[in-house]
């Protein structure tokens, strides 16, 4: 019965991938995916903290902030209607009045975009670009949120609780993440495929 050869060739471990990884001085890769979602939850727990120490450290320094969002908005409703006044943080729409506290300014939104920019593997240009995309949609989508809050909340208080406690808290997620990913769409994959292509 005819016998195979005999090898003196010994047989590779799974240790020896360990031991070259460790020979050449190199570290397992970290998946991309892994990396933003890190980076993004430091960044935005940050922001948390940086953002309610902002507001509560200097409030008075900042409250043309909350000031300016309030004038604003009361300038784009005096558009449609006469039954507008607003005055320092105060706005109201036929006797409804509403106070602009910080988080009517939609400056957590903004940061919460910017961590999610920031967070994202690509060239400076292209996050400066989000950014420039972004921070102003942001903020002029605040402004038709609290206009369209004003109306509802002069026409019903149910209908004003449920739009500023339920609707637009949703709206608000759906919001950042569209603006993101059409940056991902727009700027950072599209200008990838145009280099890949030439």
Not at 112 to 117: D, F, Q
Not at 130 to 135: N, V
Not at 162 to 177: D, E, K, N
Not at 186 to 195: M, N
Request: glycine share 6%; hydrophobic share 50%.
């Amino acid at each position: 019965m005819p016998m195979g050869k005999a090898s003196n060739k010994p047989e590779k471990s799974g240790n020896d991938n360990i031991d070259n990884t460790a020979a050449t001085g190199t570290s397992p890769k970290i998946s991309p995916v892994v990396r933003f979602v890190v980076l993004f939850m430091v960044l935005l727990i940050l922001i948390s903290i940086g953002f309610s120490q902002l507001f509560t450290r200097y409030h008075d320094k900042i409250l043309w902030l909350m000031e300016g969002t309030a004038m604003i908005s009361g300038a784009i409703l005096s558009l449609f209607s006469d039954s507008v006044h607003y005055s320092g943080v105060y706005v109201s729409y036929k006797g409804f009045s509403v106070e602009i506290i910080d988080e009517c300014t939609g400056l957590f939104e903004m940061l919460i975009y910017l961590a999610a920019v920031l967070s994202f593997s690509t060239t400076i240009r292209k996050k400066l670009l989000g950014i420039a995309m972004g921070l102003p949609a942001i903020f002029v989508f605040n402004l038709v949120r609290i206009t369209i809050l004003l109306v509802a909340g002069a026409s019903s208080m149910e209908l004003f609780n449920f739009m500023h406690l339920y609707l637009w808290q949703v709206t608000l997620i759906i919001m950042i993440s569209t603006i993101w990913i059409g940056w991902l769409y727009l700027v950072v994959y599209r200008d990838s495929r145009k280099h890949k292509q030439e």
